[in-house]
């Protein structure tokens, strides 16, 4: 089993719509980074967290790390979202970075 | 300012030779990362440098290798290609050691082992 796991690995959405992709952990972390992957494979840094939340612009990043779990939300999709978003913990003990396998983004017009 | 910047963009390899790929970090910063990413595998961490001395590395054999310059610049090896190894190799910069900082990705060297 994955130590990051997240869903969905596939979503298809209408522009306009809010988006929540999930990202779960199963290891103590120190931090948490989000990353958008555009095809042809540059990684752009979304969000990194500690705990909380963070928001820039349409994105919000929310951290809950009792439940070791957090989300990432679109809100007002637009066709240029589309891309894969990857998840990223630091795991506390040794600070190895271990990735989710992404859940690809279509925003259709 | 510059951004990562990673060369070669491409190349091609024939198993069992050796490549070394470069990474420039953005001006300031003094921790280099790599990582590799595949489409069986995904992304997964390499090693990271910070103030010329690998601080951390991932779960891959001894056949890669890196090292950071005086000036972060950063270098990774792979000797005795593989198949497997053909891949997205990723370099990412960040001003202090850790992932405790926002992490700025070069746009990958795309390798492939014929």
């Known amino acids: 089993k994955n130590e990051v796991e997240q869903s969905p690995q596939n979503l298809t959405a209408q522009e306009g719509e809010f988006i929540t992709i999930n990202c779960s952990y199963s290891?103590?972390?120190?931090?948490l980074h989000w990353l958008q992957q555009h095809p042809g494979g540059g990684i752009v840094s979304l969000f990194m967290?500690?705990?909380g939340k963070k928001k820039h612009g349409r994105l919000i990043a929310t951290i809950n790390i009792q439940e070791k779990h957090s989300s990432l939300h679109i809100t007002a999709s637009h066709p240029r979202d589309s891309a894969v978003y990857i998840c990223?913990?630091?795991?506390?003990?040794?600070?190895?970075?271990?990735f989710g396998a992404g859940t690809r983004l279509t925003v259709k017009p | 300012k510059a951004g990562v910047t990673q060369t070669p963009r491409y190349l091609i390899k024939t198993r069992g030779q050796q490549v070394t790929l470069s990474c420039s970090p953005i001006?300031?910063?003094?921790?280099v990362s790599w990582y590799q990413q595949t489409p069986g595998q995904g992304l997964q961490f390499l090693f990271e440098?910070?103030?010329?001395?690998?601080?951390n590395k991932g779960n891959f054999p001894g056949r890669f290798s890196g090292r950071q310059f005086s000036n972060s610049r950063s270098e990774m090896n792979v000797s005795t290609l593989e198949l497997g190894d053909s891949a997205l190799y990723l370099c990412?910069?960040?001003?202090?050691?850790?992932?405790?900082?926002?992490?700025?990705f070069g746009e990958g060297s795309w390798l492939t082992v014929v």
């Open positions: 001006s300031g910063h003094r921790s």
């Open positions: 290891v103590g972390i120190s931090a």
């Open positions: 990412a910069s960040s001003r202090d050691r850790g992932f405790g900082n926002t992490i700025y």
């Open positions: 990223a913990v630091v795991e506390y003990n040794n600070n190895d970075m271990r």
């Open positions: 440098y910070f103030s010329e001395t690998q601080r």
């Open positions: 967290l500690s705990s």
